[in-house]
């Protein structure tokens, strides 16, 4: 969940420099359109439908996809998506996948005994990082690419220095690169961690993955629940929902110390505890605030 979240953050700030670096489009302008019905059991959303509208004039649409791992189920949905916009606008579709771990499965052609379907993918681990360093919109995804670890400092300083961007873009910026660097080596990401850590905790990802995280915890606690007692069930998600939350924050916040504290609140079971240790960890300057609650 983090990843998408980082990977949908960064690209709502770069559409327009990611649709011309990986899909070679001369375009004019893009913005985004409506998602079709709300999501369904049976009827779901692109991530970011875009409507563009390119220099000699003509109007398509860009569905950008973003894929943690890559399988056969989410290349069917991707022909869903495309056919859905395609009836509904009439335009040529482009489904674009930014696939962020490596796999075979992930040639840019779906083919079975009724369909052939092609789309475009970047690979990131195909792309070497160095020839990148021109663009700072996509420097979150240098850490994916090949000899990203090679131009990592250098890149953390590059936005860190940038005066054309806000602090809130920044820490955006930082906290995807660290994501995404956590998904190649852990121990690259809580690098990143430390170096960067005050503008991080300013980054609105991490509130958002904070809130994403406890509100998918509700929503597995309902499905759990329709098998094992709704109580119980919803009570579980909550739990999952707050630990996944914590494990971040706490992360950025503390570093190893924040690793080593989720250790022991992984075994804490009380709602009412969690809760208080939730709240506690959003205003803490110090860990022994909150170490005192564990």
């Known amino acids: 969940m983090k990843y998408d979240i980082a990977a949908k953050v960064v690209i709502d700030a770069g559409k327009d420099m990611i649709l ?3 899909l070679k489009l001369d ?16 009827l779901r959303r692109s991530d970011f439908p875009l409507r563009v509208t390119l220099k000699d004039g003509r109007d398509i649409i860009v569905l950008i996809e973003i894929q943690t791992v890559f399988n ?11 056919a859905r916009f395609m009836l509904k606008y009439h335009l040529e579709v482009i489904p674009f996948v930014m696939l962020l771990t ?19 993918i970047v690979r990131f681990w195909e792309k070497q990082a160095r020839d990148f360093m021109d663009n700072i919109y996509l420097y979150p ?3 994916l690419m090949a000899d990203g670890e090679k131009v990592l400092k250098e890149a953390e300083t590059r936005i860190y220095e940038d005066i054309s961007l806000d602090n809130e873009t920044k820490g955006d910026f930082l906290t995807a690169m660290a994501i995404f660097a956590g998904l190649k080596d852990k121990e690259l990401g809580s690098w990143l961690i430390e170096r960067r850590r005050d503008i991080m905790i300013e980054s609105p990802i991490y509130r958002l993955i904070e809130e994403e995280a406890f509100k998918k915890g509700i929503e597995q606690g309902l499905e759990q629940g ?14 999952e929902g707050i630990y996944e939350a914590l494990s971040l924050v706490l992360e950025i916040k503390f570093g190893v110390d924040g690793i080593i504290l989720m250790e022991k609140i992984r075994k804490i079971e009380s709602m009412e505890r969690l809760e208080t240790i939730k709240e506690v960890v959003k205003i803490a300057d110090k860990i022994e605030d909150i170490e005192k609650l564990v």
């Open 20 to 22: 011309r670096e990986f």
């Open 27 to 42: 375009l004019e302008s893009s913005q985004y359109i409506e998602n079709l019905p709300e999501e369904t059991v049976s």
């Open 72 to 82: 056969k189920d989410f290349a069917i949905r991707l022909i869903e998506y495309t």
């Open 102 to 120: 490596h796999s075979s499965l992930a040639t840019g052609f779906y083919e079975d005994n009724r369909l052939t379907f092609k789309y475009e």
């Open 141 to 143: 995804f240098l850490p």
């Open 226 to 239: 329709l098998e094992k007692g709704l109580k119980e069930g919803l009570e579980r998600g909550k739990k």
